[in-house]
T-cell receptor, first 110, second 112 residues
Framework: GQQLNQSPQSMFIQEGEDVSMNCTSS?????WLWYKQEPGEGPVLLIA?????ELTSNGRLTAQFGITRKDSFLNISASIPSDVGIYFC??????????FGKGITLSVRP | DGGITQSPKYLFRKEGQNVTLSCEQN?????MYWYRQDPGQGLRLIYY???????QKGDIAEGYSVSREKKESFPLTVTSAQKNPTAFYLC???????????FGEGSWLTVV
C-alpha cells in the first residue's frame, strides 16, 4: 500500500529553537496535510497544501509541498513547550482515502 | 458547538466480548471514517463511509463492523474476532471525500 516516511520517530529540542520535519513518499500525491496530535486527543489539522511548490504559513508554522509532489516539510520556528506532540503528515490518495505517516514525537525542553 | 463526539472516552472489556464505540457528528458531513492508532504505528484506516447506508473496508477491517443508518452516526463494533483490540480509536469526518478531514477526541479501548 501507499507509504509515507517520517523520521526520526522522536525529536528533542530546546525551547526557542527552530525544528524541521520531513515527509517523503515513493508516489506522487496532489494533497499533503500536516496534523498535530496532543496526548489522548484526536489529531488537529495544521496546514493543508494543494499545489506543488506551494509554501504556506500558519503562525510559527511553515509547510511546503515539494515540487516533485513526493515530499513535504514542516518547519516550526521559535519552539515553545506547547509545541509538544506527535506531528503527522498525510496524503489523499486513490478513492480520496487519507494515508498517514507514522508520526514524529516532538519534545521541547524548557 | 459543532464537532465530532466519540463515546465513551475510556472503555474496558473482557476478552471475547463485542464492544461498540459511538461516533456522532453535527457538521453535516457526508463521509465518516474510523482509524485505529497504536504506538509507533501511526493511524490505520478500519472502515469508511462516503454516504448513508454505504461503507467500505479500510486497510485493517478484519474483526470490526460498522453501520451507517444515519448521516450523523457511524458506530464501530469491535468483535471478539479482533485478535488485538486494545488501542486508541479515532473517528473522523469530512464534507465529502477529498476534503479536509476532522477528528473526534478518540476512545481508548482496553481488553483484558
Amino acid at each position: 500500500g501507499q507509504q509515507l516516511n517520517q523520521s526520526p520517530q522522536s525529536m528533542f529540542i530546546q525551547e526557542g529553537e527552530d525544528v524541521s520535519m520531513n515527509c517523503t513518499s515513493s508516489s506522487i500525491f496532489n494533497t499533503w496535510l500536516w496534523y498535530k496530535q496532543e496526548p489522548g486527543e484526536g489529531p488537529v489539522l495544521l496546514i493543508a497544501l494543494y499545489k506543488a511548490g506551494e509554501l504556506t504559513s500558519n503562525g510559527r508554522l511553515t509547510a511546503q509541498f515539494g515540487i516533485t509532489r513526493k515530499d513535504s516539510f514542516l518547519n516550526i520556528s521559535a519552539s515553545i513547550p506547547s509545541d509538544v506532540g506527535i506531528y503527522f503528515c498525510a496524503v489523499t490518495g486513490a478513492n480520496s482515502k487519507l494515508t498517514f505517516g507514522k508520526g514524529i514525537t516532538l519534545s521541547v525542553r524548557p | 458547538d459543532g464537532g465530532i463526539t466519540q463515546s465513551p472516552k475510556y472503555l474496558f472489556r473482557k476478552e471475547g466480548q463485542n464492544v461498540t464505540l459511538s461516533c456522532e457528528q453535527n457538521l453535516n458531513h457526508d463521509a465518516m471514517y474510523w482509524y485505529r492508532q497504536d504506538p509507533g504505528q501511526g493511524l490505520r484506516l478500519i472502515y469508511y463511509s462516503q454516504i448513508v447506508n454505504d461503507f467500505q473496508k479500510g486497510d485493517i477491517a478484519e474483526g470490526y463492523s460498522v453501520s451507517r443508518e444515519k448521516k450523523e452516526s457511524f458506530p464501530l463494533t469491535v468483535t471478539s474476532a479482533q485478535k488485538n483490540p486494545t488501542a486508541f480509536y479515532l473517528c473522523a469526518s469530512n464534507r465529502r471525500p477529498g476534503n479536509t478531514i476532522y477528528f473526534g477526541e478518540g476512545s481508548w479501548l482496553t481488553v483484558v
